[in-house]
Each structure stands twice: as C-alpha cells, then as structure tokens.
C-alpha cells in the first residue's frame, strides 16, 4: 500500500469515526468553530466545536474566545425550547432543542434543529460583497430563522432572542448605556461604553463605537432590555416581552444586561416566512492613518458614502435581505463550482476560509477639505488578528492575498495603496520595505523611527510579488507606475541579499532566525523576477534585461547551493533539512519562470513521501506545519496524488475533532493540534488554487 492509499484509508476512517460522534449530519464537515457573524475585526462571532458543540446550549464566541452572550428560544405550544446560546434562567431553564444538521457554505451557516412538534432553520448569513464596496464595508450580519412542523400538524410558534452588552466591549466590569430605537420598518437596540476610548481595544475588542440589535417592525412582535434572567423569564413565562426599557444604566458584569426582540409567528404547519435579525458593530472614525508631513487622518468605512445615519443603514440592510440571499447563494455557489472541480475536500477549506479572511479586513474612506466624502481615496486595512494586532502586515497580507485576487484583485490594490503611500511620504527611514502600517489596529500610524519587525527580504519580495500579481489579474498599471522607484528601490535590496540571505526571519518568525534561507532566497528571486516583468510593462527595455540577467544567474546557483540528493534543503549546506518551499507558487502565479520546471517535478517527488496524517511539516526544525503554505504548495505541485493528499490532510485537521478555535493556520502535522494561531485572515491563502 502506497503513503497516498495509506493516508485516504486514515483519513476515511478518522471521519467515519468522527461522524459517527456527531448527533447531527454535518455539510461539507464539522469544522473547529463555526462562522456565525464575522465581518470585521470587531464583529466577529463564532460557535466552538471541538468533538461537537450544539448551537443550542453553547455560547458564542469573540473570535478571541470571550463569550458574546446571544440566545436564543423557540415558543412551540406553550413549551419553550433553547435553539442559540445557552441563556439559562433559575427554575425555569427550559429544553434544549435537538440539532439535526448544520450545514456551511462560503457565506452562510445554517443549523436545523427540532423543538418537539416543529423544526426550526436558523440561517446567519455575513455577506461577501467583494465587488459592492458598500456592501462589503457594511458592518452587520444577518440572523434568519423559519419554522416548520414536523408531524404533519399545525402547531403556535413564537421566537425570542437576545444579544448582551458583551458585544460593546472587552472589559466586562465597564458600565455601558443602552438606546431602543423604532425607525420605519425596523426596530432596534444600541449598546455602548459609558466612557469610550477612540482607536483602543481590551482583549482585542474595541472599546468605542456600539452594538447594534435589529429586527423588523411588526404589530406580532415585542420588545425588551434588562437583566438577563428578567427578560428571559418574562418570556418563557408569558410568551411574550414586555415593550419596556431598562434605564438603570450599569456594567457589562451586573446583572447582565440583554437586548431581546420576540416574534409571534401564529399557527405554523408549512415553512414559516423567516424572522430576521441584524447584529452590527459601528465605530466612527474607523481607522487613524499617517499621511504626509506626519499628519494624522481619522478615516470612516466606506459604507458611510451611502449613509446619513446608522438607522438608514441598519433599514436598508434588514430591508435587503432576500437580495442579500440571493447574492450569497450566487457566490456560494461559484466558489462551490470552482473548488469541487479540484475536490470536495478542497471546496470544504475553503468554503470554512472565506469568511474569516474577508473578517480580517475594512474598507475606508477619507474626507475633502469640505467636509465630503473623497471615494477616489479607498484604502483597506487587515488586521494581523490573534498572532499581532498590526495593522496591514505585508507578510500577513501576502498568504491571504489569493482570496482578493480570486474575488476582486481591486481590493488587492486598496490594501496595498496605504504602505506605497506611507513610505512614499520618505517618513520610514528604511530602505526596505516596512513589516507593517501600525503595531496596534485600529492606528495605521507607520514606524517612522523604523523600528518595525525587521523582515527585509521577506517584504520586499512580498510587495513585488503582490503588486505585479495585481496588475497582471487587473490589467491596471496605475500602481506600479506610479510607485516605480520604490519597487525598484527594494529591487535593489534583493539584488544584493536574496542570493545568500543573511541571518534574518521569514514570515514564519515564530520558527527563529535562519541564515542562508532557501525559501528566502526563492521568494527574493522571484521578486526580482517580478520587477523585471514590471519593467517590461512599463517598457523600460534595458531594466527588464538588467532584472532578467540576474534572476538567470541567481537561479541555479540557489539550487545549487541549496540541493541534497534529491530535495531542496531548509538552508544551504544543512543536507538532512528540507521545508516547505511555498515561494515557488509565486513563480507559477506570476508566470516569471524565474526556476525549471524540473525543480517543481523534483520537489514535488521529495513531497510524496513526507506528508504525514495532518501534512508536510512546514521544516524539519519542527512537526508543526501552517494551513496555507501546505495549500500554496499544493498549488504548484506537478502530481495530482500529492496536491490531493495536501488537501485532504489540510480537511483531516479542520475535522478531527480536536480543536475549537477559528480554523487555525498553525498546527501539529502528527498530532492534528493547534500550535496557538486563531482567526487569522491567512487563510485566504487556502484559494492559492483557484487564484491560478
């Protein structure tokens, strides 16, 4: 029996054993943590896992692991069940209802669960709207719930749910105010700190802006806040909410303030019309930015070009929700189509990565000197969320940079327009390129004393590698036209170190220092191949041959410094070490052709025989691997056996069981563990295959 063979048949029996765990059928399979709201760094909801965790009688979590109170109740016949969240109540806790099934898709989560007599579908949907720059930017996400019998009768079914104070801030002791609001169509409650701070964050969560609860208007449903425990009583007890306000305005912690909407849906038989929440996170400013002369910006989501207020956002996005449907289900299912063409394995990955990548991410907007909105200035920021909270780290940016040029390459340039304006200002003293725009989101404040995580290689080539990639998939040279003296300028660093890389780190610092990187020298090589691309765009003859004449001579030396038997080694001269060479995929991605084919067939062949039930480890200083550079090098590997078996170890880990955070990028190769990463965009890196 052969490794490949070996792995299916584990891999076979691990899910058969892993479904026969479940109390519920799971599509395409049960990840670690289920999405349930997660658009931006703030709002960003999670349901744990682990051997399997229903959504009822489990609390939601901040993607950083505190719990976000959202609770839920179905109302069948007089009998009260719990579909969401575990909101218990002393003395009158009622039964959790049975989940059947979940399913995921790239935008939605959706669970079926049976309350006695009724099945209820509870959808969340967070939109992906890659092309629509308000939608994409509109901070909410939606909860729809429909119910239907299941006995063939005709049964009275009311709905109750409720967000905490928990969504306002990281720090619970903090007191909080609270607003419910009837506007047009649609209700709604806001939470906020008493006393917020702009631009800072507690345990990651920030500490300005507010919460926002909505639903829509109807003369069937009530409304309530309180104490938890009151709230909730009153409606298990009665049906019903009370239409009446808390005004004893306190902490997060004291007596746990709720937030609760009911709907009386009346007689049920067939699928009820769905009920619809919303839940949001709005702060203005968004993001602080450096610009010339050291001034600081304050700048807004972008979704604020279209809006006077929170409330006609809040109206329009309830209002839109069939629409909003529609576009999900149209995207779900192109990804669907694009990732089954690899495998099933694969479009699981990726459907459970979407989500979390675009999570990571905002877009903004700044002012005229009038007052109006300049959208000729659209810049997105990224999050380096759970391994640093940096704001646009190149080296963070470039693992996830496939899922923008699968979705919309223009986000790609939005992203990178804010670090080629920065260090275009001269205000960073190096002359490489900069790790990052900021060392704590939300303040992209640069490092003008240049004291930035030094990665110099590695960014570098990762801003090269992403700006040609861009204009090549957007035919737009506007980038690298305009910021030609500083690609060339960090040309000039990789021309001088990518052949022997001194002793520096890589993206993957947590692995230590290395001089004499092969992966390092791969990525700088490439990079300077992109130049010498870009400057045959920009027609600059003489540069392109110039690039083009030493990326042929640095080429084969690299291999041949960096050649065992019959494998690339970690670093020159170490014969008994090898890692993961995932540079290479940008040399397939931008078609430089900057290294022989034969040394993709002859690590790819070296691959074969070193996967081990979770993957390849990313080197042999370690059992530990990363998610996305096993995909990128699945991508560029020159036999399907050996992508096939990348992936489908990849799918092994986000379903074995063991692990209860946001899929993480990080992970133990033989164990199936996570190695402490959560939640990080990178796994946008997990499309590396449909970006080619």
Same mark, same amino acid.
């Given at each position: 029996?052969?490794?490949?063979? =070996? ?20 599509? @395409? ?60 109540? @002393? ?19 959706? !669970? ?32 729809? #719930? ?80 309180? *104490? ?63 610009? =010339? ?34 576009? *999900? ?114 303040? =992209? ?56 890389? =001194? ?15 092969? +992966? ?7 990079? #300077? ?32 410094? *960096? ?19 995932? +540079? ?62 990348? #992936? ?28 402490? !990463? ?15």
């Amino acid at each position: 029996m052969g490794i490949f063979q =070996a792995l299916s048949y584990a891999s076979l029996a691990l899910f058969a054993s892993s479904a026969s765990a479940l109390d519920w059928s799971a599509d @395409p399979v049960n990840p670690p943590s289920v999405p349930l709201a997660v658009r931006t760094p703030y709002l960003s909801a999670w349901l744990p896992q682990g051997a399997g965790a229903s959504l009822a009688g489990t609390w939601p979590e901040f993607w950083a692991g505190a719990t976000l109170g959202w609770g839920g109740y179905v109302r069948v016949d007089g009998t009260t069940y719990t579909f969401l969240g575990n909101p218990v109540v @002393p003395n009158l806790s009622p039964a959790l209802a049975t989940q059947k099934s979940l399913t995921y898709t790239s935008t939605q989560s959706t !669970f079926v669960l049976t309350a006695g007599p009724v099945d209820i579908t509870v959808n969340f949907l967070s939109p992906v709207e890659p092309t629509d720059l308000v939608k994409q930017s509109t901070p909410f996400s939606y909860l729809a #719930i429909s119910a239907a019998a299941n006995d063939g009768g005709s049964h009275s079914v009311t709905l109750y749910s409720d967000i905490s104070a928990e969504w306002a801030s990281g720090d619970n002791t903090l007191p909080v105010n609270w607003t419910s609001t009837t506007s047009g169509d649609v209700w709604f409650h806001q939470v906020q700190l008493q006393s917020p701070s702009v631009y800072a964050e507690s345990n990651d969560q920030s500490q300005y802006g507010s919460a926002y609860y909505s639903t829509q208007s109807s003369t069937s449903a009530t409304w309530q806040t309180g *104490a938890d425990v009151d709230v909730r009583a009153q409606f298990i007890n009665n049906g019903n909410l009370a239409n009446s306000g808390d005004t004893n305005f306190r902490a997060i912690n004291d007596n746990w303030p709720v937030f609760a909407f009911a709907h009386d849906l009346g007689t049920v038989s067939s699928a009820s019309d769905p009920v619809i929440y919303a839940i949001g996170h709005v702060r203005d400013p968004a993001i602080q930015y450096v610009t =010339a002369g050291n001034n600081l910006q304050d700048r807004s989501s972008y979704f604020w070009t279209k809006y006077t207020s929170v409330t006609d956002a809040i109206n329009d996005f309830v209002g839109s929700y069939s629409t909003a449907l529609s576009d *999900a289900n149209t995207f779900d299912a192109k990804v669907k189509s694009d990732a089954t063409a690899i495998s099933n394995n694969y479009y699981a990955i990726v459907a459970l990565s979407i989500r979390q990548a675009f999570g990571a991410t905002e877009l903004t907007v700044s002012r005229n000197s009038d007052g109006t909105w300049n959208t000729d200035d659209v810049l997105m920021f990224m999050k380096e969320i759970s391994s640093d909270g940096n704001v646009n780290t190149v080296d963070v940016m470039m693992p996830a940079w496939p899922v923008l040029l699968y979705t919309n390459p223009t986000l790609g340039k939005y992203l990178l327009l804010g670090l080629f304006q920065y260090q275009q200002t001269g205000l960073y003293p190096n002359t490489w390129a900069v790790h990052d725009l900021g060392a704590s989101y939300p303040k =992209a404040i640069g490092h003008n004393d240049g004291n930035d995580e030094k990665m110099p290689l590695e960014e570098c080539g990762n801003m090269l590698i992403m700006a040609l990639s861009y204009t090549q998939k957007s035919n737009d040279q506007s980038l690298i036209s305009t910021y030609t003296k500083l690609l060339e300028q960090w040309t000039g660093y990789l021309v001088d170190e990518a052949l022997i890389p =001194a002793d520096q780190i890589s993206t993957d610092d947590f692995a230590g220092s290395l001089a004499n990187q092969t +992966n390092l020298a791969i990525k700088g090589t490439v990079g #300077i191949a992109a130049m010498a691309a870009i400057e045959g765009l920009l027609g600059n003859t003489d540069a392109q041959q110039n690039y083009s004449s030493i990326v042929s001579s640095y080429s084969p030396q690299i291999i041949q410094f *960096a050649s065992a038997s019959n494998h690339l080694e970690l670093n020159y001269g170490a014969s008994d070490s090898w890692g993961l060479t995932y +540079n290479m995929y940008a040399d397939k991605l931008l078609g430089t052709n900057a290294f022989p084919q034969s040394l993709f067939d002859s690590q790819t062949a070296w691959y074969k025989g070193v996967i081990n039930q979770y993957g390849a480890p990313l080197d042999t200083r370690h059992t530990y691997t990363k998610s996305d550079w096993q995909i990128w090098t699945a991508a560029f590997v020159t036999d399907n056996t050996v992508r096939d078996a990348m #992936i489908d170890a990849v799918y092994a880990y986000i379903g074995d069981g063991q692990n209860n955070v946001p899929f993480s990028d990080w992970y133990d190769s033989v164990a199936g563990t996570t190695s402490g !990463f959560r939640a990080r965009p990178v796994v946008g890196g997990h499309l590396a295959l449909l970006a080619l």
